[in-house]
């Protein structure tokens, strides 16, 4: 396997492609740009679709249409068109469509910064759509990890007929790193039960895509339907990962790029201080792996959450763990990244201390 | 995702004037090889009987009560704004109010679906129809007003002559 220097956006893009990719729709943004540009050319060199839609909601509907006939579909955009996004995600959702949504943050509110922020926790795990649907959230803390998650994104889409995401920001996207792209195309799963390809007279049944139930009572069993796929995808995807396995003075928890931050902090909190702390890196944001973090901080006074967002992972944290551990707050939103200091000075400085309720 | 296949839309004007106006635009634009028919009945029939961006000038819906005024917009003419358009297929407006005027809309699906096989690009025939609930009106009324006051705003007509050229 050869080891390739490239962007994040065009390791994702080429991923993509290589994974299987067959139909791409996109709209500029900053700061995904790298990425449709890349997907412009080397779909069609290699016999996919493309198009550059005339906007997100049409590029989210445009998903909607190629995976209902059957297609492996990816879009990607960042926050403010994740925003636009919204509703026809949870069309997909609904309709149970299988897609990858790639997406880029930047910072908020409103049209806020194109510089690096994870702002879109509660955006990306919570949904703007309506209704009681969920999306695969995958985050990725490296260009390698983001590679490697858009094939999983892809094989999570289609196993459970839902949605995934891949949530990283534009630090991950810009920077170069080398990478090791997947060699073939990932297994494709049969979709001919559900998948409208106008195919009646040959299968001798309707395939139907809708997320329209006027009765009450078949909307209701599909919602349950719907609830139980995603108590099954709860059980078997949430996922973390223990930088540390030695380290029980305390934990930093953190996804994406504060994780990455996270590593180098709790290595400095051993060297300088003494203080074994160990980094938890939140690999899936829903499923939130609440079990597993229960179980990694349940002996310890302290455990520390870092975020490029003013609270929004913390509250979650707080919320699932729901253990006599004090949980601490330390982050920033607005574009500047988060450093090694501030972990490790918000560690020395709330350790020892009382609960907080630090998000509003 | 399937080229082979035959893809329509069956859009009315709220959904293909208003809310999905630059999709339409757009779809049109990249000339793509499906074909659209425009159900105009000048009226958002299926919420009960809202200002469509066809509306006419003076026509009574329940958020114009007093009457469409011009501040509100006037008729937005899809059919004439798509045929602009030099590279696409086709466009007709219809109507459907009388035994002959169906027959000629059948015409025009048949011509409209035919461009679509021989992958000329993109088709449309818009059709004005009746809302005679959305009107208040009988629907003999309602058919009598398609054909007397309707084409008055929307003219029927070929707007894209067919060429035969396959695009695709």
Redesign the interface.
Known sequence: MSKLLMKGNEAIARAAMLGGC??FFGYPITPQNELIETMSHVMPANHR?F?Q???E??AI?MVY??AG???RVMTSSSSVGIALKQEGISYCAGAELPCVIVSVSRSGPGLGGILPAQSDYHQSVYGGGNGDYRVIVLAPASVQEAVDDVGKAIQLAEKYRNPAMVLLDGAIAQMMASVVLPTQPLPRVDTTSWAA??DFKTRGTRNVINSLYLDPAKLYAHNQHLQAKYREIAKNEALLVDHHPDHHDGAIIAYGTSAKIAIGAAQRLKEEYGIKVKCIQLRTLWPFPKQALREAIKDMSFALVAEMSMGQLFQDVLAFTRSDTVIGYVGKAGGEIITSDDIVNGYLQQMGGEQIEHSV | ??PE??VFTYQGDGDLASIGA??I??AAN?NENITVIFVNNAIYGMTGGQMAPTTLPNQVTTTTPLGREIITGAPIKMSEMIATMDHIAYVERCMAADGPSIMKTKRAIRKAFECQINQEGFSMVEVLSSCNIGWKMSPVDSLTYIKNTMTQTFPLGVFKERKHETNH
């Open positions: 067959e139909a679709v198009v839609a005339e906007s909601v049409a509907n249409g190629a006939a059957g297609g390809t106008g | 995702m399937h296949k035959i630059a999709e635009i757009h990249r």
